[in-house]
């Protein structure tokens, strides 16, 4: 199987998350920037949701999942990070299941540090967790 880290992180949070999922399955994390347009079995997407883009997915990432061919894609499991458990997880599915890309029911979320918030996270728990849930989907596909 062929798998694959992709992410939009303003504030380095997902980022994180994307570099432990990609490192526990032997894969470099990549941002939406900088996705090759590939075949993939699995794409881990990760994201978080900005004021900035009303309170919800940042537009490039939006864009991306927009330009995702479905025949070139198998499955797609989703992460994301958080100030509190956000919708972003949730707006990632309907639109790519709105595209009829398959995603994967089991999904990856903890909090990310936001001002003086959840300083610290994510932490190496998280982190830990992240990658046990990337291991978990390659090992079950
Ligand atoms: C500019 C900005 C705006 C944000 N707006 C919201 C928001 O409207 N709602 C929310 O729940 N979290 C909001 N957050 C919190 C982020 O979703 C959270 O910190 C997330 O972990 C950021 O991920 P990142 O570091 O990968 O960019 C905002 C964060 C930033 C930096």
Redesign the pocket.
């Known amino acids: 199987m062929n798998a694959r880290v992709v992410y939009y992180?303003?504030?380095?949070?997902?980022?994180k998350v994307a570099d432990a999922i990609a490192g526990a399955v032997g894969l470099e994390a990549s941002t939406i920037d900088a996705y090759a347009d590939a075949p993939v079995d699995l794409l881990f997407l990760g994201a978080?949701?900005?004021?900035?883009h009303d309170?919800g997915l940042h537009a490039g990432m939006k864009a991306f999942i927009a330009a995702l061919d479905p025949a070139k894609v198998g499955r797609v499991a989703l992460f994301s990070?958080?100030?509190?458990h956000?919708e972003a997880i949730a707006m990632m599915r309907a639109l790519l299941e709105r595209r009829g890309i398959p995603v994967a029911e089991k999904s990856f979320f903890c909090l990310?540090?936001?001002a003086l918030f959840n300083l610290g996270r994510p932490n190496a728990k998280d982190l830990a967790a992240a990658a046990d849930f990337a291991r978990g989907l390659i090992a079950r596909p």
Do not use: K, L
Not at 9 to 15: E, M
Not at 48 to 52: F, H, I, N
């Open positions: 992180s303003a504030t380095g949070n997902t980022r978080a949701v900005y004021a900035t309170h990070t958080g100030f509190v956000s990310g540090r936001f």
